[in-house]
Structure formats: structure tokens, C-alpha cells
């Protein structure tokens, strides 16, 4: 916060433009600002729209990281302008550069159309699908196993993780991290009746199994959203979902890959220091490089200590009805 | 142009959910948001939402305790619906998908809230709004509800005594459109930003309230503006009550937990009115930080049960002022957070324009009275934001559709025309400030005559400025200046509103109307509506 009479530092915030009524080029412009301790990039954004040039366009709201509109690339990394403080990444770069998010088209300045990631979102069913008869109080679902969507239930749709997903990058059918984050909290709601369904719909090309497991997403969530391990637990579910229903067949088929060995449930969180070993990202022993998609079928790797464990026939485990 | 049969202002959790109830009534129904729904302000409720539905709870006393918040000015039958039908949405939401925190036995967690006697705040997390309003929102993609999404609607438009449509502005390109309808509900929700200290998002202008007001309905009871206490020193982002209620203990500079003196019996977890006035008191007689601050001391709780309960908390700390909740107390003081009047319903979320319904913040049934008590706000958006939309479907199914927005969408257009024209010499920030600066002096945390006279003549006065502003961006997409522009009327319109001296004694157990008459505003007074519970003196 800012003390009284603390330092005030003039700088210059430098921030992408982009009329399209005026210009088909985009350029940047720069504005010299006090920045005082305790601003926020959006902060002085309002400073430049407020009183120095009207015409720049940014989308915010609530000023407190809970709305998602005001993500934004903000020297390099995409983050929420309104919750980034300004003075420790002058002090750390010693510049400032706010340009619109990656992977989407710019519309104007540092608005982005938002079209592609509202529509993958949609695309996964965003709502719970339920059994015949719920109970007649609340679900009876005991707290951790309500825990699970803890990695994923905060998303607040700015579009942070999209913005820097390599495979989306790659790929722009690629559904991506956000909403492959939302289909997780379906898939591991106790409530949800169809995370069989879910699941194979969700193993369809760019799903869960195009993620190049770059981390990037679990790095910039401003929400401590963790769209990576939701992807990996889906990865692990669908191949026990697949394996019951191999079990069901007369030929018994051993699991293609067993990714229980390193995926435990609830699922550890991916991104500690566990599995990645002195800087290198490895992902269960497999390069990243490899990718999922391409290596599954074979993979036969020595990891199979999960293998003799067969999942029930309904993936989750099932919730008493209250009432 | 546009049409639907029934028009839904405002995607936020009373605009959803009455989309959501007007669409299984089988109405055409389309939501037109200034926002995405999801970026509405309900994501930044924090706490929890109220329900008589723990074990040896009472729908009775969930009222009783509303109705004491409420200074006996909220009407007794339209809290006795709220409070019945409580449980029965918490479960509703639960089976939709809200996660609510549980317990180890699957019991849904509550926790005790300011003003209420008993534990019945329900929550998930600390981000009861943000599950809220996804479950909302998800369940819109579900059915297949129209979207027009970033359209501000400037004006309402009434023909012959009826509604008939609206007109609305598109963000992205500029567009003015009109959108007919048999009926509207309008769910625009806060409007603090006349406020130089609000916890409300930069884009809750009050819109929806001024258009209403303007088209002709009536604006109840909106001298009562609620202050919350904690709100961190600086930027005015919400400390929820929850942290409080989770045992927060708040102390001045001299390290004294001065609530109990103000409040013997609920000492921290007092209503938010007396605990404001209280921080308040402190500051003006000298015993809180430089800067007119006090503590919210935390530390007791511990670093880990802080992060577990009350994540949201944390993270503000951290972010926003660089203090970490567990090792030193917060800096909090009292901003401007709730607007308990607005647009004047009924039971069912008509106002007395016909086609016109209203529901969420912006109407006021009323509940609230003169103090909204923690936890009932998102409680009314979803039962009264479904009662607005069964009757609004109801309403359309009976009734035709009237044309006749053709002059009021040129005289819009001329307007906007003119806002990106006009080149006079105040700059529409600039006497946003002014308005936020006098609203804040005069008609804050404590309202006296003497000040409410002052910021009458103020606002009357930057009322008369306003024809010579300048917006000072000329483009069509994404002006965000023109939206800005358009924002300022609203808020200075409904800030006459709030600043009018209106309560004198006889009044006392009346609410007050305001009717826009064009060159001026009108009071009548309507009682308050009394059912089981006699008015007793407010002590906490
Ligand atoms: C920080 C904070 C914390 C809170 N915590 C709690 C709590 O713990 N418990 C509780 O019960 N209550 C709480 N409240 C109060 C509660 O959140 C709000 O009263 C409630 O969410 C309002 O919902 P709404 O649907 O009426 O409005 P909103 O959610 O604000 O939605 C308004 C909608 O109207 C749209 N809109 C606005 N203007 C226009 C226009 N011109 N044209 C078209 N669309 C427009 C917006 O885009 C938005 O979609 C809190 C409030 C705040 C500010
Ligand atoms: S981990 Fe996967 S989903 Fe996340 S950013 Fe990388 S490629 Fe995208
Ligand atoms: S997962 Fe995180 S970064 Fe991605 S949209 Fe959600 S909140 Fe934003
Ligand atoms: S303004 Fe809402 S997240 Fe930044």
C-alpha cells in the first residue's frame, strides 16, 4: 500500500494500439506516469483512458481479480492487470509493455476477441448433468471428495491460460486449458452422472490428449486454477473408464498404458517439485516432446504398479442420497 | 430491431435466474448484458448466502433477524417470502451445481454472519458469488438462452403507460438497436460508483435503476445506502464479513477492540451499519491509523485456517496491500458497498409501469429496509429474481406486442451522436471525481441535514455541468469514453435521488417514493407492510 510521501517513480508504459477504423497496423504508444507504490497496471491504464488519451480501449471491472476481464499481456506474461502491481515489475525488468492476449485475434487496442475460448467452453457441456432422482436435501457429498474441484471450480474465464497454451498455439481447435479446467469440474463432481460419457467425448482430437503438458496454464492462472492436472486427471480416468469396459468384453486386454503409476487420486498436484526433476519438465518419465497422443498406444512402459487395481464400473465413486 | 417476448437487462445472478425461470415457462426470452454474465458484479460476493436450513433453524428467526437488520423498515410479507423459500434454493443450486463447502459427512457447512443470531451464511469457499453465478450461467448455456452480450441498454421505452422494448448500444461496434419485448425485467444490479469509497466494480453505474426511473417507474426508499466496514484501506476491495465471522477481532491505533463498547452483545459481528458508524467514531475522535483507518486482526487464526476458510481474504491481503493476514492484522475502513433502495416492486417483481418488472439490487421489494444484513443479497436475486421472471413471462404470454420505438431509437441516436461530437471543456472523469468526492463528504458513513443540503446544491449544480462534457474519442468499437459518458448521466441522476431530504418523524415506518418528473423530483410516502412482528428498539 502506499505510504504517504513514499517514492513516486516517472516512467514510461509503453501499450499496444489497434484501430481498425483507423489504421490496418497495429503500433504501440507511450506515456510517461507517476507510478506510486501500491498501482496496479490497471491503475495506470485508467490514468492514461482518464486523462490522457480517452480512446484507448481495455475491458475491466471489478478491480479485484475476480471478474476475469482484464487479462492482458503484461511484459511478456499474460496475468490480470488489475491485480499486478507495477512497481516491483519496473524494478524487476525496468520497463513496462501491456499488450492484448496471445492466441486470440486483437479486436481493438488491448481488447481480444474472446469468441474462440467462450466457444470450447461451451463445447464441453458447462453444465452438470445429474442422475434421475436427486435426493431430497442436498447432495450428501463428503468434503474431500468436494475438494477435488478445487482445482478447477475457481476459474474465473479470463483467458490467462489460453493466451500462453503451446498446443492451442499449434492448434486453434485445440479446446484448450480453461475449458478442458471446466469439463474436469464436471467430471470429478460426485453429482455428475455422465463422466463416462464426458470422458470419451472429452478423448476426441483436441481434447484432453492434444495438451502438450507445458505448464504454462498452471503458471499463470491468477485463480491458483490448475488446468494441467485437470487435464492429467482426465487422461488417467479415461483410461480406467477404458479398461472397465474392456474388463466387461470375454477378451480380456491388458490397459494400453498405466498412468495410475504416477497419476495418484486425488490427484497430486502435478507441478510440485516430484515430477520434475532439477529443472527438466518431465512429465511420468515420458519427454514432453513425445507427447501423450502420439505415444500412448505404445507405451509399454514398467510403471505398471496401478494396473492390477481395476476401477469399479462407475468411475467415481457413488454418493449416498440424503432425505 | 430486435424481439423477444421477454427481455432479461442484466446477466448477473437475478438476471440468470430469472432468464432461467422465464425460459421453462416457455417465453421467448433473451438476457441483453453490458457484461458477459459472468464478469457481473455477483462474483465478488464473497461470504455466503443465507438459509434457514441447518437443524433447529426457523424460517421464523432467518425473518426475525432480517427484519431487525432491516430497522423495521423492510415489509414483513415480502421477507417472510425470502426466508421460506431459502432452504429450498439452496438445495435447488446445489442439485444445479454449485459446490457448497461440506463437511466429512456431506453436511453443507454454514457459518454465523453479522446480525444474524444463528450459523446460516451457506458458502463455497469464499467465493459464494463466483459458484453462484456459474451455476447460473451454466445452466443458461444448458436451455439455450439468447445472449446479447456487451450491449448497454441506454433507454426504456413506454408507450402509452406500457413497455415496449429498450434500446440498446453494442460495445463492439457501435450499434444502437431496439429490442421490442412484452416485458423487461430489469436485473442491472449496484450502482455505487457515485461513491468516492465503493466496493462495487467501476462498471456498476446504476443503470438499469436510471432508465427504469426515467421510463417512469418509482424509486423506493434510496436515502438507504449501506457502508461496510471492512473494506481494505486504499483500493475499497471487500474484506468479506466472513472473516469476522470466522472470529476476526477488529481493534483501533491504540490496539483496543473498540466494538464492545458499541456493541456489548455481538461486539465484531455487529450489524454492518453500526460497525461502519463505530469505525467511524473512532477516526473522527482520533483513534484510528493516519489516514482514517483501523485493524482487522487475523492473526489468531492462524496462517493455514485463513487460507483453508477465507482463501479470498488472503489473497487480497497479499495482493492488494502487501500484508500477509497471518503474521500482521489487515487495514481496513468503511466504503460504500450496498444500495438497499431502487426500482419499487411487489411481491412479484412488477413495478408500477405494466411490463416493466425488476429484481436483484437494483429493485427494492424492500428487504433490506434501512440495512442489508450479509448473506440476503444473493438470497433475493435468486427467489425474487425467479419471481420476476415467472411474472414477466406471465405477463407476456397475455399480452401483445406494442411497436412504436422508432422516435425514442433516433432521439438515442442523436444523443450518442452528440456525446461523440460535442467538444465542451469538462471531462467526464473529471467531474466523476467531483461527484464521488461530495458524495462521500456529505451523504457518507453518517447523513445529517446540514450535509444533505450541501450535496443536493452540489449535485444540482454538476447536473447542470453535465451538457458541456467532453468524451474525447470519436470511434465506434469499444469506446469505452462514450460508455462512460452514458454511465455519468445515471449515476448523477440516481445521486439526486439518494441525497433528497426526505425522512422526517411522521415518516418514520413509511418508505418514500421518488418520481421522476422530468425538471424534478416528486416524494410520496407508502407504510411500511407489518405482519407478526412488532417494532422494537435495535439494540446489538
Ligand atoms: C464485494 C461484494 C461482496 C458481496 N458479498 C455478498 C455476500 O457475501 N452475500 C450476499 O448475499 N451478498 C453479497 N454482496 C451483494 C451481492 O453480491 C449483490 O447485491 C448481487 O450480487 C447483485 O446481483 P445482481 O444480479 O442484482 O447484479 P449484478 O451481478 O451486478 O449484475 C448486473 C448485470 O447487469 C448488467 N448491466 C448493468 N448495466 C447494464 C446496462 N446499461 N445494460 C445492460 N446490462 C447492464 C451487467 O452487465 C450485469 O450482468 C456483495 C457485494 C459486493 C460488492
Ligand atoms: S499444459 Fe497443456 S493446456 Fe496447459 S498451457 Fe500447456 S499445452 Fe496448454
Ligand atoms: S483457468 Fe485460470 S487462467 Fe485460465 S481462464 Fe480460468 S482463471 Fe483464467
Ligand atoms: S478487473 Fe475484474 S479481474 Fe481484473
Known sequence: MAAAGADVLVTKIKVYRFDPEVAKAAHYDEWDLDVKPGQTVLDLLHEVHYFHDPTLSFRRSCRSAICGSCAMNINGRTGLSCNTQAKPLLDRDGYLIVEPMKNMPVLKDLVADMGGFWKAVYDIDPYLRPGADPPKGPYVVPKHRMDLLKIAQDCIMCGSCLSECTSREANPEYLGPAALAKAYRFVADARDDASVERLKEYSQPNGIWDCDTCLYCNEVCPMGVKPMDAIMYMREKAIEATRSWRAGSSTRQRPRTSLSACLAWPPRPLSSPKFFSAGRRRTCGKSRSGGWRTSRSSQRSSRRSGRGRRSEVRLLPGLRRAG | ?540
Open chain 2, 1 to 540: 430491431m430486435k424481439r423477444h417476448d421477454v427481455l432479461i437487462l442484466g446477466g448477473g445472478l437475478a438476471g440468470a435466474s430469472a432468464a432461467r425461470v422465464a425460459h421453462q415457462a416457455g417465453a421467448d426470452v433473451a438476457i441483453v448484458s453490458k457484461l458477459s454474465p459472468l464478469r457481473s458484479h455477483t462474483v465478488a460476493a464473497a461470504g455466503g448466502i443465507n438459509a434457514a436450513l441447518a437443524a433447529g433453524d426457523t424460517w421464523e428467526g432467518h425473518a426475525f433477524d432480517t427484519i431487525k437488520g432491516s430497522d423495521f423498515l423492510a415489509d414483513q410479507d415480502s421477507v417472510e417470502i425470502l426466508c421460506r423459500e431459502a432452504p429450498n434454493l439452496i438445495v435447488e443450486m446445489d442439485h444445479l451445481g454449485t459446490p457448497f463447502s461440506r463437511d466429512e459427512s456431506g453436511t453443507l457447512f454454514n457459518r454465523p454472519f453479522g446480525g444474524m443470531r444463528q450459523a446460516r451464511a451457506f458458502f463455497a469457499g469464499d467465493r459464494t458469488g463466483l459458484a453462484l453465478m456459474q451455476t447460473a450461467w451454466e445452466q443458461l448455456v444448458k436451455a439455450g438462452v439468447t445472449l446479447y452480450e456487451e450491449w448497454a441498454a441506454t433507454s426504456l421505452i413506454v408507450e402509452n403507460g406500457r413497455f415496449s422494448g429498450l434500446i440498446a448500444y453494442r460495445i463492439a461496434d457501435g450499434t444502437l438497436e431496439e429490442f421490442q419485448g412484452k416485458a423487461v425485467v430489469v436485473c442491472t444490479g449496484p450502482g455505487g460508483q457515485m461513491y468516492l469509497k465503493s466496493t462495487n466494480a467501476v462498471t456498476c453505474t446504476g443503470d438499469g435503476t436510471a432508465l427504469a426511473f426515467r421510463a417512469g417507474c418509482a424509486l423506493k426508499d434510496m436515502e438507504f445506502v449501506q457502508f461496510h466496514p471492512t473494506s481494505l484501506h486504499g483500493p475499497n476491495i471487500l474484506i468479506t464479513e466472513a472473516a469476522r465471522g470466522e472470529g476476526g477481532i477488529l481493534k483501533n491505533a491504540k490496539g483496543e477492540r473498540f466494538m464492545e463498547k458499541y456493541s456489548p452483545k455481538m461486539v465484531d459481528l455487529a450489524p454492518r451499519d453500526i460497525v461502519s458508524r463505530s469505525i467511524q467514531t473512532e477516526a473522527n475522535e482520533g483513534r484510528a491509523f493516519p489516514g482514517g483507518y483501523v485493524h482487522l486482526d487475523l492473526t489468531h487464526l492462524g496462517a493455514a485456517r485463513i487460507k483453508e476458510r477465507l482463501p479470498e481474504v488472503y489473497q487480497f491481503s497479499t495482493e492488494f496491500a502487501g500484508v500477509d493476514p497471518g503474521k500482521e492484522p489487515i487495514p481496513i475502513e468503511p466504503a460504500q458497498h450496498y444500495i438497499m433502495g431502487g426500482i419499487a416492486t411487489n411481491n412479484a417483481g412488477a413495478t408500477n409501469v405494466p411490463g416493466i418488472f425488476a429484481a436483484g439490487e437494483c429493485a427494492c421489494v424492500s428487504l433490506h429496509g434501512a440495512n442489508r444484513l450479509g448473506g440476503n443479497a444473493l438470497l433475493e436475486c435468486i427467489a425474487f429474481g425467479k419471481h420476476a421472471g415467472a411474472a414477466a413471462a406471465a405477463f407476456a404470454k397475455k399480452t401483445a406486442q406494442i411497436a412504436g420505438g422508432e422516435q425514442i431509437l433516433q432521439q438515442e441516436d442523436r444523443r450518442v451522436d452528440w456525446l461523440l461530437k460535442t467538444e465542451g471543456g469538462e471531462r467526464v472523469e473529471a467531474l466523476r471525481l467531483e461527484l464521488k468526492q461530495v458524495m462521500w463528504d456529505n451523504v457518507g458513513v453518517f447523513r445529517n441535514e446540514q450535509d444533505m443540503a450541501a450535496a443536493l446544491a452540489a449535485v444540482r449544480a454538476l447536473r447542470k455541468r453535465y451538457p458541456s462534457i467532453r468524451v474525447g474519442a470519436p470511434g465506434k468499437q469499444f469506446n469505452y469514453a462514450l460508455i462512460e459518458a452514458m454511465e455519468l448521466r445515471n449515476l448523477l441522476d440516481l445521486s439526486e435521488v439518494i441525497v433528497m431530504p426526505n425522512r422526517d418523524d411522521p415518516n418514520w415506518l413509511k418508505h418514500t417514493l421518488a418520481w421522476w418528473r422530468g425538471d424534478r423530483i416528486e416524494l410520496t410516502y407508502e407504510p411500511v407492510r407489518i405482519t407478526q412482528w412488532q417494532p422494537q428498539e435495535r439494540t446489538y
